[in-house]
């Protein structure tokens, strides 16, 4: 005979089915979740956090900065006489910029940052020590600029993005707006005409209702996010692995943010597992977009510190971007999640109306920067009407403040205006016609003159946004922006993993420009730094490579040294030496926001 189950029996069974029923999607949820990150550093970044607490720093000797891989003493004798050679004609030839330079570096923690990561750290304090760069220049024109010594440089920084119509242009477009701004002056908290000029500009350029004003992209897409949570009640925010919204806590969960983001998901991109989680979630307020990612999905802006195995990949596929955004606009339609665009980085690079009329998809948000100032501070929200609203007429309490003192400053306004009225004319429009096929032609072009030069170096584009890429593993090959400083060629303080060119450019700078490039790579080639025992390929590999740098890293942070590597001191970089090099020009983070 059964016995018929008691009252707490038929209440704890009905507990535990309720228990299950809560858990279950709950523990759906979170493997969900899982599956949609990225299964490097890059997108789990509370891991990421940890390692990089953990990590020990690691400082090459002489004899560990020159024979990091076992090269044989004829390799390393090449090596010694290249790297001398190139720091004796840097510090000749840039004698006034490297002085003022090493000079202000002690009162500018920009420069200490920007100059201990240029290069892998194990390599940054040696470096620092015997080869120095100048950071100030005197005057730009065309496609280049010239330092105070009257060494002329063709520009592939792009001032971090801003310089999209050349150096004469920016600066016709600041005197100009001087001229216009004149008799208003500093009056703030009025609006210059410029103001109602850019806003009906920036609505058709956007295809969105409205427009704010910031002095920053970081800025911009702060307000942005803000408004999305303000307007749907969530808190979560999506961004994709590696790509880069300004240095911000939320949008920069990982290494370089003190404080943990707990409202962000760091997801794949291209991914059917982010879509899944996006169709299934309710506490996702936004998803960002840096179209700028579509050269390297799912990796951070590529830079010469991280260059540790001489690996780095890209590589742009226009369709396969376009599928992936529109696939990305159904959902967020479908689920009330609000579609953000930034561009500030990116924003008019590919197409007059950006990325948005590039791909051909409506975003909810756009945030745009750098080069919509003309030269000078900005950043911009445009959005949907329902979004950009600020308070709410049932709860007049209850509003999503933003303002700034300088938001609409009359000199930058104006140059603004400038910058638009350009952009409509016919001049300028058709700069951007077959604007795909010539550069990435030219990429093609100077691919195959390396090729043909037996170099093991090439570049892959995004429109006029280039990337560095090497063709075998190596430990030394950062040491390929120094080079090309050396012929003429200057990049930003990230090296070789970003190139930046502007829409002047001609065929003829273009040419002598891809000269002076195969010249520099065959010249670092020749000083035995791409050097590789082929009989033991195994041991050269990425993988090796990085299998050594671990072993030192542990035997480091066990206190064992094999005396050509130290724990780096903390006063290699707050207290740098007086002769310390490398420096390059401010900036905050790979895109300069």
């Known amino acids: ?28 949820r979170r493997v969900q979740l899982s599956l949609a990150k990225h299964r490097s550093l890059s997108g789990h970044s509370k891991m990421a956090l940890r390692v ?14 020159f024979d990091p891989d076992g090269a044989p003493g004829d390799v390393l004798a090449r090596r010694r006489a290249g790297f ?12 006034g910029s490297i002085e003022l330079t090493r000079q202000t570096r002690t009162g500018l923690s920009d420069l200490q940052f920007t100059g201990a990561y240029r290069v892998p750290p194990p390599f940054s304090a040696y470096l620092r020590e015997h080869l120095s760069l100048g950071s100030f220049v005197q005057s730009s024109a065309g496609v280049g600029f010239t330092d105070l010594d009257g ?43 410029a103001v109602a000029y850019n806003v009906q500009r920036l609505r058709e350029v956007s295809g969105l209702d409205e427009v704010s004003f910031h002095m920053s992209g970081t800025e911009a897409v702060m307000q942005a996010v803000r408004l999305a949570r303000y307007h749907t009640g969530r808190r979560k925010l999506v961004r994709f692995t590696g790509a880069y919204h300004g240095f911000w806590d939320d949008v920069q969960p990982g290494p370089g943010n003190p404080m943990p983001a707990r409202d962000t998901y760091t997801l794949k991109e291209r991914d059917a597992d982010t879509l899944r989680v996006l169709r299934s979630r309710r506490d996702i307020a936004c998803v960002l977009v840096n179209p700028l990612q579509a050269l390297h999905p799912n990796r951070a802006a590529p830079g010469d510190s991280g260059l540790v195995d001489g690996v780095r990949s890209a590589g742009f596929d226009r369709a396969a971007t376009t599928a992936w955004l529109k696939a990305l ?17 990116m924003g008019f690079r590919l197409a007059p109306g950006g990325a948005q009329q590039y791909f051909g998809v409506q975003a909810d948000m756009v945030t745009y920067g750098k080069t919509l100032g003309g030269g000078l501070p900005v950043g911009v929200v445009c959005g949907k009407a329902a979004l950009m609203k600020r308070w709410r007429d049932e709860r007049p309490a ?3 403040f933003a303002r700034g003192t300088f938001n609409a400053h009359p000199t930058v306004m104006c140059a603004m205006q400038v910058f638009l009225e350009r952009l409509a004319t016919p001049e300028v429009l058709s700069l951007y016609d077959g604007m ?15 090729e043909a030069a037996g170099v093991p170096v090439r570049v892959a584009a995004m429109g006029t946004v ?32 970003r190139m930046i060119f502007n829409l002047a450019w001609t065929d003829a700078d273009f040419e002598e420009m891809a000269q002076r490039f195969v010249v520099a790579a065959q010249a670092m080639q020749a000083d035995g730094w791409f050097w590789r025992d082929e009989s033991l390929s195994a041991q050269f590999s990425a993988k090796a490579i990085r299998r050594r740098l671990l072993v030192q890293v542990l035997r480091t942070k066990l206190g064992l040294s094999d005396g050509r590597i130290t724990a780096a001191q903390p006063s290699v970089l707050s207290h740098p030496q007086p002769n310390a090099g490398a420096d390059a020009a401010p900036a905050h983070a790979p895109s300069g926001r």
């Open 436 to 450: 795909d096929e010539r550069w990435h032609g030219r990429a093609d072009q100077l691919n195959a003159r390396l």
């Open 398 to 400: 209850d509003i999503c």
């Open 84 to 95: 001398a050679r190139l720091a004796a004609t840097l510090k000749q030839r840039h004698a």
């Open 1 to 28: 005979m059964t016995e018929s189950p008691t009252p707490t029996t038929l209440a704890l069974a009905a507990m535990a089915a309720l228990a299950g029923a809560t858990l279950l999607p709950r523990a759906i």
């Open 466 to 497: 280039w990337t560095v890429l090497y063709t075998q593993p190596g430990q030394h090959h950062w040491m390929l922006q120094f080079y090309l400083r050396e012929k003429g060629l200057a990049l930003s303080w990230v090296g070789s993993g």
């Open 52 to 65: 990089a607490r953990w990590l020990p720093g690691l400082r090459y000797d002489e004899a560990g900065f």
């Open 329 to 345: 606009r159904e959902v967020c339609t479908a689920r009330g999640i609000v579609l953000i665009f930034d561009e500030v980085f």
């Open 151 to 193: 060494e002329r440089f063709f520009d592939l920084t792009g001032s971090y993005g801003v310089n999209l119509f050349g150096t004469d242009f920016y600066r016709s477009a600041i005197a100009e707006a001087t001229r216009r701004s004149a008799d208003v002056g500093l009056v703030l908290g009025q609006y210059h005409p």
